[in-house]
């Protein structure tokens, strides 16, 4: 395993992150605990010492597994990571009690790492505002040993990182991204490392294979991948794209199963880092495919929660996607037909919810009406 520096720690390149464990009959509130705990079991005997949880992941219930089956370990031979759940704005004057909570749920005394959770147009300005106390409260958690490193993620604009950093920079000591490929230009990535590295903070990746749409390409796209390395398939190009970042510390992956998390352990024994000429070559092709157009959904199942009509919004997303980037077909159609009449796009009520918490902010309702208007369902 890679081992990374970070201040006088040394960090496995590949950390765990455990917002996809596996789960029940497809059910994102049920893990999979026996899956689960194999799949942390092996992690941690193969060299990842990272493990990434939040407030909200699978209803609550990953920082309950992270605690059961970590610790069992020796507490100071892994690094845990946390975050204040600061994307649904109702908790922001619960920081206290969730942080309470997380820690036993966790198992802990303390985290290692301690992050605001996803920063972005909708809560940045609540975030700012010392009524709710959450910046004080956790300075002195961290100062009481109980945060031993703080940080942030983010999948805000370029804009919103600065204004959040003009008050929490001197007191973030690393920074959280969605950063991959696809997303250097789409998500303006580029951008937003260069600032991160001019507050001289390191880069966590989340998300390098988009929830899993970069683990596979178009055989126009894989074709030209294996022109320039033949032996390295298409889930690696997204680790190569990062270690090719001198910024990035730590990338985080969600691994469903044993298969995925094999494979990327198996990536991360030795750096490959893209050339600068394959950098570009990538980054063009995807650029590329992404003008046929699609929604940046990563799955991530925060929607699903604040949904009234209990729709699964990922998967209609990525039918949606499907059926706009293949220009129709059957597939969408068949896939939603299959479904109960309840979960389809056209029960969307448009009330925004769902897009109130959405990372990506991702205009759902209106895709939901035009994916019913497009099938018929």
Not at 61 to 66: M, Y
């Amino acid at each position: 395993m890679i081992l990374k520096d970070f201040k006088d720690k040394k960090l496995s390149a590949l950390g765990l992150g455990m917002m996809r464990l596996p789960v029940v009959d497809g059910n994102d509130a049920v893990v999979d605990e026996k899956a689960a705990a194999e799949m942390i079991d092996y992690a941690y005997n193969n060299g990842v010492n990272y493990f990434d949880t939040a407030w909200g992941y699978h209803d609550g219930n990953s920082e309950l597994v992270a605690g059961k089956y970590l610790s069992k370990y020796p507490r100071n031979s892994y690094f845990l990571a946390s975050k204040f759940p600061g994307y649904d704005l109702s908790n922001m004057d619960k920081v206290e009690e969730i942080f309470e909570k997380q820690l036993e749920k966790c198992q802990t005394e303390y985290f290692d790492f301690y992050l605001i959770h996803n920063v972005y147009e909708g809560n940045v300005d609540e975030y700012l505002n010392p009524a709710h106390g959450i910046l004080a409260y956790l300075l002195k958690q961290k100062e009481n040993g109980r945060i031993k490193h703080f940080g942030f993620s983010a999948h805000g604009s370029v804009e919103v990182m600065k204004k959040f950093l003009d008050v929490y920079g001197p007191h973030m000591e690393f920074c959280q991204l969605q950063l991959n490929y696809m997303d250097w230009h789409f998500q303006d990535c580029d951008k937003k490392v260069a600032l991160i590295k001019d507050m001289g903070i390191p880069v966590w990746v989340m998300e390098p294979l988009r929830g899993g749409k970069l683990a596979s390409a178009s055989n126009e796209m894989t074709a030209e991948l294996k022109k320039m390395r033949p032996n390295e398939t298409v889930p690696a190009w997204a680790f190569r794209f990062l270690q090719a970042i001198p910024e990035v510390t730590m990338v985080l992956s969600g691994m469903s199963n044993m298969e995925q998390l094999k494979a990327n352990i198996e990536t991360f024994k030795e750096e490959k880092p893209l050339k600068e000429e394959e950098f570009n070559k990538i980054v063009e092709l995807i650029d590329n495919e992404i003008k046929k157009g699609g929604l940046p959904c990563t799955a991530c199942h925060y929607c699903t929660s604040h949904c009234p009509k209990e729709l699964p919004i990922p998967e209609l997303i990525a039918l949606y996607n499907e059926h706009k980037i293949t220009g129709g077909g059957f597939l969408a159609p068949m896939a939603v037909g299959s479904m109960e009449e309840s979960r389809r796009p056209a029960n969307c009520v448009g009330c925004r919810s769902c897009e109130q918490v959405c990372p990506q902010q991702i205009k759902i309702s209106e895709a939901m009406s035009e994916f019913s208007s497009l099938i018929g369902m």
